[in-house]
């Protein structure tokens, strides 16, 4: 057993509240799994040896907090620091057809809601899942109701404070026939550690708009996960940042759980020195006629590290699926280093499924094209390579947030070397 | 040669074809001409077996026999050739192998020697050039890669091949430009031979210009509901198939 | 339409007949003196007795693999019997007229004439049987070439040095479970070299036999191709029809030194189960082989039998231009269970991979492919180009992908690609149409889907592998 573990199952232990039930299962979980074994297959590649003999203090939130700030972007902001939440979610001013509601303030109704939400569509077995939901006593649940249109984005903003820890919970449950933005933003100081997980309900014909950049760098640790369950007829567009840190893992689960389900996931990660990023994305196919269309693209600096399993899991009743998932990588270096498994598990035979993955440097042709127009060798690489990455941000469905991210993305790649 | 008696069809339990009566002698050639949904394609799967489309009442006999009693190569040894609207592909598969396994498997019902290699070869050589198909297309996987066109002379190219005693072609002449049309109706006219009868399921009439029907059917909600010569398809190009009721207003032929 | 295409699919096993032939074989069980005792039948060398019991000893640490897509109960080590051979093996006959005839035809009934005048002229044939060789063909002519073919038991009587300097360099003893077993306890095989630029005159085969009841085959193969060498080599193997499961846990070790050339095709037929899932062969195997220097290995593998296949054929790209192939067709129906693929380990310079896995499942059947390609730091260059196609024939079986792709190398190039399909009805009908049975058109479609592997098969096997597949689809039509 890790001493970070052993710490974690002890202040559990000793806060209570109406999710205790929940909460003690996955404690006794813990309890019973211990830390994971560098030789299962979900830390394979992940080493957690940052993380296993640490301390954290129980900072508190701290006075006043810096939230990115996206020009011409209409958002609800809601944000927590060091595990506290800090929004007074009463002074928000909220369109019609949202509520938000922490867990501390949820009266019976609400408690019940966020029970038959909470833990519910995130898989079980995830160790840090199971952190999140024994430590999680800041979380909200935002309930968008059947034929709201919710314009704003909804911005969860994660900030942990140097050697603090940070275990949020967000419910997000929307109604049929609605229409709502998320956007998850997640970014620590030194040594921080933050296991913000995310569930959302996406009800039958309704469409979610959603966003996690995982802004994490240096030393700064994160284990998150994002879970969708899908409706029927429902739709989902995502789209995933992930610099790298110490230790950067993201687990993104999609469930399609009726039938004609529309799940669209676009991943961009770009790794500087040293860095690592894991990205793990399963997509469980329950039903038949779903579809979903995976893209996941990185840049891997010198001495980085970059994983990505993608799973596409069909079952028997899941006819008529079509699943298609991609996976595109670039190192920079030969000091930089990726791990990359797209696999497939299919139970039904009417389906089309195809998973690709690559591995490369740039195409020869294109880098004449660029020289003979008289363009630096050093500036080429860096305009071809950001290009693969330019067509997901290209692809980002809101224009405020991609024109804030753009730049953002180029800054930190032009720091990185082609060595 | 082929008879149809008060043919009933349907595909998911919806009615498509309703009391279809045919009658097609040795040698003649049948053109089935009909508005959108009309029922043609039905007609040539319902003939050659496909699953999924059952009959509920009337039979259709080929030869004198009840086709409905045969499984769909059974239908295709005994005669019968449907060329495909949308032909599928097989990967893998080469168009030689494909066709060299389907003539030597309606010569042994027929009771003839299977084909050597060398003279099938020579046979499927000629096919092929009668539709001017690239002979390269003999190694190719079946309609692999085929332009829609090429597909259409493939069809061709194979009924020329296996020699069927009816041949059912489902809009052969979508998707084909002037010549392709006028190379695909060389291949039909070519096999024309006073024995071998020919339904040809069409919705436009300029196809007729190359094919010259011995009769001309109307099918409209899964009937025949008017027959005559070469004459009634130029009669429908003029007008239309506004003459079947308001809602085929417009629908040219 | 599914319906007919899984009658089609019935399929009988024609290789499982058994053969009377009177065996001398050990007590079930395994430790140190069952060692002891093989070493000593066998007359080998103190080190090779030495190298076993390490093996062993390394065995009993280690656990049984788990991560694998197959489930099966677990193997009672202690129940197998770990050495069966036909008593009149023990003075080993001289020529082929002093061999048990029962065990010619064996082989004739496999469709493996043993005497060289009845045989395609081209292949020399080493036949093993349950646990020992039974006879080599062709040895004289390729004794001419300079070519060494023979029981690696003989091997290590006649050639210690040789064997000893490679057995083990490329799968090492405690690589993995079953290939730490196999060490402790492999009975016999096929031993290959050949020499300096020597173009192997003819194909070099080896069918294992699995005759007796409670055995299991534990045999090792090793080719050496010296520098410039080129040789080709195929193997076949089929058992009798048992409700119990038997085990085999083979090891095949290749040595391709520089710009040497090894083609490697297995057409695996090893009894499958019933359709419930009893019986059948477990057939967990340890094959690799190492490139040098503009060397090139290849793998072609035709998996039909066998109730669990747990192998990855694989490839150490050591040498700058070296190459590595592995071509795969593997077939599941009834309850079988295939894990397979391969890895590419790319070290050197501008080394090339190229796989191309075509899984076909049917029945109750899981199929699985799990590969790795691996860039090392060093592998300027380095290209892979992975295919992995499954078709699924029915809704009650799973296809599954389990690619691990890891780069260290920027100008490293790894590409894979995977795709699923089906039988259509629409192929079927069209099929069907044109006067084809509906038999006849499920085995014409897999085969055009496996299209890509069979032309890599030496003619011999093309041919085998076809009729193997065609009767692996056969229904009642006889």
């Not at chain 1, 939440?85 to 609400?110: K, R």
């Not at chain 1, 040293?274 to 600096?301: K, V």
């Not at chain 2, 027929?110 to 092929?128: M, N, P, V």
């Not at chain 3, 899981?366 to 809704?395: E, H, W």
Request: proline share 3%; with cysteine; aromatic share 8%.
């Amino acid at each position: 057993m890790s001493q970070w573990l052993t710490k974690v199952i002890d202040v559990a232990q000793e806060n209570q509240d109406f999710l205790a039930p929940v909460r003690q299962q996955a404690i006794t979980q813990l309890q019973q799994a211990g830390w994971p074994s560098q030789r299962a297959e979900q830390w394979r590649f992940t080493p957690l040896t940052p993380l296993k003999d640490r301390t954290f203090s129980h900072a508190q939130a701290t006075d006043s907090v810096s939230v990115p700030e996206i020009p011409g972007l209409d958002a609800i902001d809601i944000v927590f620091n060091n595990g506290t939440l800090v929004t007074s979610l009463d002074e928000l001013a909220l369109p019609q057809g949202v509520s938000i509601v922490s867990f501390a303030q949820a009266n019976a109704q609400q408690q019940d809601d966020i029970k038959t939400l909470f833990g519910r569509i995130k898989p079980q077995a995830h160790v840090f899942g199971q952190i999140n939901d024994a430590l999680s006593h800041h979380g909200v649940m935002i309930d968008v109701a059947d034929h709201a249109e919710i314009t704003p984005v909804i911005r969860l903003i994660n900030l942990t404070s140097a050697d603090s820890d940070n275990h949020t919970r967000a419910l997000v449950k929307l109604g049929q026939h609605s229409h709502a933005k998320v956007l998850e933003f997640g970014q620590g100081e030194h040594d921080s550690m933050n296991t913000a997980v995310a569930e959302y309900s996406i009800g039958d014909h309704a469409s979610l708009e959603h966003y996690r950049f995982a802004f994490y760098t240096a030393n700064a640790k994160a284990v998150g996960g994002t879970h969708f369950k899908l409706g029927e007829s429902s739709n989902l567009n995502s789209t995933v940042v992930g610099y790298g840190s110490q230790l950067s893992r993201l687990d993104i689960d999609i469930w399609h759980s009726a039938e004609n389900a529309f799940a669209k996931l676009n991943a961009i990660y770009l790794l500087a020195e040293g860095e690592l990023f894991d990205l793990h994305t399963c997509i469980e196919h329950a039903q038949p006629n779903g579809t979903s269309e995976e893209n996941a693209r990185g840049i891997i600096g010198d001495g980085a590290r970059a994983v990505f399993n993608g799973r596409i899991h069909i079952h028997r009743d899941a006819q008529k699926t079509l699943a298609e998932m991609n996976n595109r990588n670039l190192l920079l270096s030969r000091r930089a280093l990726v791990n990359t498994k797209p696999e497939l598990e299919i139970y039904a035979d009417d389906v089309k499924c195809a998973h690709g993955a690559t591995v490369a440097e740039i195409e020869g042709s294109e880098l004449f094209y660029l020289l003979s127009r008289g363009i630096s060798r050093q500036k080429a690489l860096v305009m071809l390579n950001f290009g693969f990455i330019q067509e997901l941000v290209n692809d980002i469905p809101n224009k405020a947030i991609a024109s804030w991210l753009q730049p953002k993305l180029s800054e930190r790649f032009a720091h990185m070397e082609v060595k | 040669m082929l008879s149809i008696k008060n043919l009933h069809a349907s595909v998911e339990e919806k009615d498509i074809i309703r009391g279809l009566n045919l009658e097609v002698k040795p040698g003649e050639v049948h053109a089935i001409m009909g508005p959108n949904g009309a029922g043609k394609s039905t007609l040539g799967y319902v003939l050659s077996g496909r699953e999924g489309y059952s009959v509920s009442e009337g039979d259709a006999t080929l030869n004198g026999k009840n086709l409905m009693e045969m499984e769909i190569e059974e239908r295709a040894r005994e005669g019968m050739f449907l060329a495909f609207q949308y032909p599928v592909e097989i990967p893998g598969v080469s168009n030689m192998e494909f066709m060299k396994e389907s003539v030597n498997a309606i010569r042994q019902q027929r009771g003839e020697e299977a084909l050597t290699a060398a003279e099938f070869l020579k046979k499927a050589k000629d096919a092929c050039k009668q539709v001017q198909l690239p002979l390269d297309f003999l190694k190719r996987g079946v309609n692999e890669g085929f332009s829609g066109g090429e597909k259409k002379r493939n069809e061709i190219m194979q009924m020329i091949l296996l020699e069927p005693s009816l041949c059912i072609l489902d809009e052969s002449d979508s998707g084909l430009d002037i010549d392709a049309l006028q190379v695909v109706a060389d291949g039909v006219n070519s096999q024309r031979d006073g024995k071998r009868s020919f339904v040809v399921i069409t919705h436009y009439q300029r196809l007729l210009d190359y094919i010259k029907p011995d009769f001309v059917h109307i099918l409209a909600e899964g009937k025949i509901v008017k027959s005559g010569d070469a004459s009634l398809a130029l009669e429908v190009e003029k007008s239309g198939y506004g003459f079947l009721g308001k809602k085929y207003e417009g629908e040219t032929a | 339409m599914s319906e007919q295409i899984e009658q089609a699919l019935s399929r009988k096993y024609e290789a499982g007949f058994y053969s009377e032939i009177e065996a001398e074989t050990f007590e079930n069980g395994l430790d140190e003196s069952v060692i002891r005792r093989l070493s000593a039948m066998k007359n080998e060398p103190e080190w090779m007795l030495e190298w076993r019991l390490k093996a062993y000893r390394a065995w009993l640490e280690m656990e049984e693999p788990d991560w694998a897509h197959v489930n099966y109960p677990k193997i009672d080590f202690q129940a197998i019997s770990y050495y069966s051979a036909p008593k009149s093996m023990k003075d080993k006959p001289k020529s082929l007229d002093e061999v048990d005839p029962e065990l010619l035809r064996t082989y004739e009934k496999l469709g493996i004439p043993l005497h060289e005048q009845e045989m395609l002229a081209g292949v020399a044939v080493d036949a093993v049987f349950d646990s020992v060789s039974v006879v080599t063909t062709f040895r004289e002519k390729l004794e001419k070439a300079g070519v060494i073919f023979c029981p690696i038991s003989e091997a290590l009587q006649k050639y210690p040095d040789l064997v000893k300097k490679y057995i083990g360099s490329v799968v090492p003893r405690t690589d993995n479970y079953y290939a730490a077993l196999n060490c402790a306890v492999f009975t016999d095989g096929s031993f290959v070299y050949i020499p300096k630029g020597v173009r192997c005159p003819m194909e070099l085969s080896t069918y294992f036999r699995i005759n007796e009841q409670n055995t299991g085959q534990f045999e090792r193969t090793l080719i050496v191709a010296d520098e410039g060498s080129h040789v080709s080599y195929l193997e076949g193997c089929t058992a009798p029809q048992r409700d119990e499961n038997q085990l085999h846990a083979a090891v095949v070790e290749l040595v391709a030194m520089d710009n040497a050339t090894i083609k490697y095709s297995t057409v695996q037929n090893w009894y499958p189960g019933d359709e419930e899932g009893k019986g059948g062969i477990y057939n967990f195997v340890t094959k690799r082989g190492i490139c040098h220097t503009n060397a090139k290995i290849s793998w072609t593998q035709v998996e039909t039998g066998s109730a669990i296949t747990w192998k990855y054929p694989s490839c150490v790209l050591k040498g700058d231009n070296s190459v590595g192939e592995f071509y795969s067709v593997a077939l599941t129906r009834g309850a079988q269970q295939a894990d397979t693929g391969t890895k590419m380990i790319h070290m050197g310079k501008n080394t090339r991979s190229t796989i191309i896995s075509k899984g076909i499942s049917a029945g109750k059947s899981n199929n699985a492919y799990r590969g790795l390609v691996k860039m090392g730091p060093k592998a300027d260059g380095a290209r892979n180009f992975t295919q992995c196609d499954s078709l699924l024939i029915g809704d009650k079986c799973g296809a599954h992908t389990f690619p691990y792709i890891e780069s260290r190398n920027p100008s490293a190039i790894v590409e894979h690609e995977a795709t699923t399909s089906k039988v259509s009805d629409d192929q079927m009908f069209l099929c069907q149409q044109r006067g084809l049975d509906p038999e006849k058109a499920v085995s014409m479609i897999v085969n055009g889907f496996c299209k890509e592997v069979f032309k890599e098969l030496p003619m011999e096997f093309a041919v085998e592998a076809g009729k193997l597949l065609e009767i692996s689809l056969e229904g009642s039509v006889g």
